[in-house]
């Protein structure tokens, strides 16, 4: 079995005098896993739109199964079978999580018989169940967090991707991010059982999932694909090294700073519940503290983080701040109180797409109600420096950026601004590349070291062993452990380690 599937020859693609894909091709063989990273903004996303028909090249061409073909809509490219899940989830509102999953499909799916529809619909309801027992096909999607949106997206790529009689191409874009570790661990194998029926073109940033499931890695730089290592013969530095063109250690050893000690309580919860979500949750953080929240599925982190952001008022239990109490109204009302949140959902609630790069670094900035242009070109080539944010310029629209780079303005605008009194991030280190998780990670360690309370909530400890300083996990809506990293990460090493 060495027939190409599907192959972009020549690809080029320009956003207004940027060419973000510079002649790019790249061949997916049949039953073939291949890998593409590539630091943020590589282009790795705009080559999936191109082959997924969400984008049209400018130049070159797409093949698949042998035949040229020019798509004009999404909808033609799932036709021929080739599945499609986005960095951003984007779905249907108002319909129910199958609905999603199955959209748009009824017509070509019966094209194939009735025996097909099925096996395509207990393929969708497998992924989901193994993905995400939690999540209720007859759900409706607007009440989804964003971790269950995502994997529904990962279930309605494999839907799609099954309409042909043909072995179908899968074209994942960072699908194991915003996934808990059982989730990545599910999807992992779902990619490894599936490698005997489907193509499949995995983009991520966590190397290591990259190494394990692929056959072949492709590196992505500039918009163009500079390295191809079979990966049973590159390792994860080598990767790194070729992404960057430079060589910088994988391991996350930022050296955190052990002399500086943390100040007063700064944020406190007491008894704190809000049922479905968290219930009596304690917690203090200090100013000047890095402290880490996290938990497997429907733990109730992410829960808790919408609440201290003023979008999801608690039941009952009391939040206060310096020593004072604060009922929050909304979140307008959480940034008076000092309180800033970077959602995970970034392209929805964290940045405003619409507006610049240096609009939205000033968005937090709160000393006045003129706005001073220059002041805000400076803080915007400082933050843009700071963070590698890739872009054409501080005036750019940040719905232009790549995903990771989105992520980046994300953070910086509350970082821009006045000094947060707390600062919740959830999942500050999903969808960015090597280079950027540092520089993010030494940007939050900073703001704690000038005195913020930092709270991060993220799904793999492994990540939060790295910038914090203390690490709670709940469990069911509890907090289960409150301790510190080094102990955190012994207690939970220890079953892992069993299992493997
Ligand atoms: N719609 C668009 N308009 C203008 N520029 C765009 C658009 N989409 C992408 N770009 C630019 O193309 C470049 C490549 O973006 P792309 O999203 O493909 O990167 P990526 O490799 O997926 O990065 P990441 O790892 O951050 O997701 C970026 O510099 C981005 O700013
Ligand atoms: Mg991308």
Redesign the pocket.
């Known amino acids: 079995m060495n027939a190409v599937a599907i192959r972009a020859e020549g690809l080029r ?1 320009r ?2 005098d ?1 060419e ?2 510079q002649g790019v091709t790249l061949d997916v063989q049949a039953g073939e896993v291949v890998g593409l990273v ?12 191109l082959l997924a028909g969400v ?1 049209r090249p400018d130049e070159g061409r797409i093949v698949v199964r042998g035949a040229p073909v020019r798509w004009r809509r999404p909808r033609d490219a799932a036709d021929a079978g080739i599945g499609f899940m986005p ?1 951003e989830p984007s779905m249907v509102p108002g319909i129910t999580v199958a609905e999603n999953i199955l959209l748009g499909r009824e017509g070509a799916g019966m094209r194939f018989g009735l025996v097909r529809w099925r096996a395509m619909n207990r393929l969708a309801d497998e992924a989901l169940r193994e993905i995400d027992p939690t999540i209720a096909p007859g759900a409706q999607t607007q009440s989804l967090s964003f971790q269950q949106r995502r994997r529904v997206a990962f279930a309605r790529a494999l839907a799609a991707g099954t309409r042909t009689p043909e072995a179908p191409v899968l074209l994942l ?2 699908p194991t991010s915003a996934l808990d570790p059982d989730g990545v661990e599910a999807l992992l194998r779902g990619i490894e059982r599936l490698r005997a029926r489907a193509s499949i073109v995995f ?1 991520s ?1 966590r190397l290591e999932d990259v190494l394990r499931v692929c056959d072949r890695i492709v590196v ?1 730089a500039d ?1 163009r694909c500079v390295a191809e290592r079979a990966a049973a013969a590159t390792t994860a530095q080598e990767l790194q090294h070729l992404m960057a063109g430079r060589t910088l250690a994988v391991e996350m050893a930022y050296g955190r700073d052990r002399s500086h000690a943390p100040g007063r309580t700064c944020l406190e919860l007491k008894q704190l519940t809000r049922i479905p979500g968290y219930a009596d949750v304690d917690l203090a953080v200090r100013s000047g503290e890095v402290m880490g929240l996290t938990g497997a599925t429907a733990s109730g982190c992410h829960e808790l983080g919408r609440t201290l952001s003023g979008i999801d008022a608690p039941q009952r239990g009391r939040m206060s701040i310096d020593g004072r109490i604060v009922v929050l109204r909304d979140p307008a009302h959480a940034v008076a109180h000092g309180i800033a949140y970077v959602p995970a959902d970034r392209a929805s609630e964290g940045v405003v797409g619409a507006l610049s790069v240096a609009e939205n670094l000033a968005l937090a900035d709160r000393t006045g109600w003129r706005i001073d242009r220059r002041r805000e070109r400076a803080v915007a080539a400082r933050w843009i420096e700071r963070l590698r944010i ?3 310029s501080a005036s ?2 940040v ?9 980046k303005v994300a953070l910086a605008k509350w970082l821009a601004g006045p000094r947060p009194r707390v600062l919740v991030l959830d999942d500050p280190l999903r ?3 090597v280079r ?1 998780r540092r520089d993010v990670v030494d940007a939050i360690r900073a703001a704690a070291l000038n005195g913020s309370a930092v709270l991060v909530i993220a799904d793999a400890l492994e990540e939060l062993a790295a910038i914090c300083d203390r690490v709670a996990v709940m469990r069911d809506g509890r907090i289960r452990e409150d301790r510190s990293t080094s102990a955190a990460t012994r207690a939970l090493r220890v079953p892992v380690e069993r299992a493997a």
């Open positions: 693609k956003y207004g940027h973000v894909l590539g630091e943020n903004g590589a282009g790795k996303s705009t080559l999936l739109e984008a960095q874009d960072e983009v940033h992505m918009g890739a872009t054409p750019t629209r719905s232009e950026l790549s995903g990771g780079n989105q992520q969808a960015l590349d950027a």
